[in-house]
Nanobody
Framework: QVQLVESGGGLVQPGGSLRLSCAAS??????????MGWFRQAPGKEREFVAG????????SYADSVKGRFTISRDNAKNTMYLQMNSLEPEDTAVYYC????????????WGQGTQVTVSS
């Protein structure tokens, strides 16, 4: 019932920046405080955790590979969350998927359709 629509992916040179958006639509839920974040999957590899906020919007976790370079945020009025990616590296090339949890115990996790990020010169 809840749909997450991603946008903002594309081709960027190493050292560049990109901002991904994930807009929620459909059934209303507690967007202001639900857990949310991003995973990514590179060709031939398992999907890996990138960054995420816990229920309540307090604690934010980042994978070691992106700490200091990526930042997640959200605009509650627009029901949209963002992944700001700076100092991009070729190793960041992957399909990025956003997620949002329905409740504190993650009874249901919603996923975006994925957006391709390619870092190349």
């Amino acid at each position: 019932q809840v749909q997450l629509v991603e946008s903002g992916g594309g081709l960027v040179q190493p050292g560049g920046s990109l901002r991904l958006s994930c807009a929620a639509s459909g059934r209303s839920f507690s967007f202001s405080r639900n857990a949310m974040g991003w995973f990514r999957q590179a060709p031939g590899k398992e999907r890996e955790f990138v960054a995420g906020k816990r229920w309540g919007g307090g604690t934010t976790s980042y994978a070691d590979s992106v700490k200091g370079r990526f930042t997640i945020s959200r605009d509650n009025a627009k029901n949209t969350m963002y992944l700001q990616m700076n100092s991009l590296e070729p190793e960041d090339t992957a399909v990025y998927y956003c997620y949002a949890d329905q409740d504190p115990i993650a009874t249901m996790r919603y996923w975006g359709q994925g957006t391709q990020v390619t870092v190349s010169s």
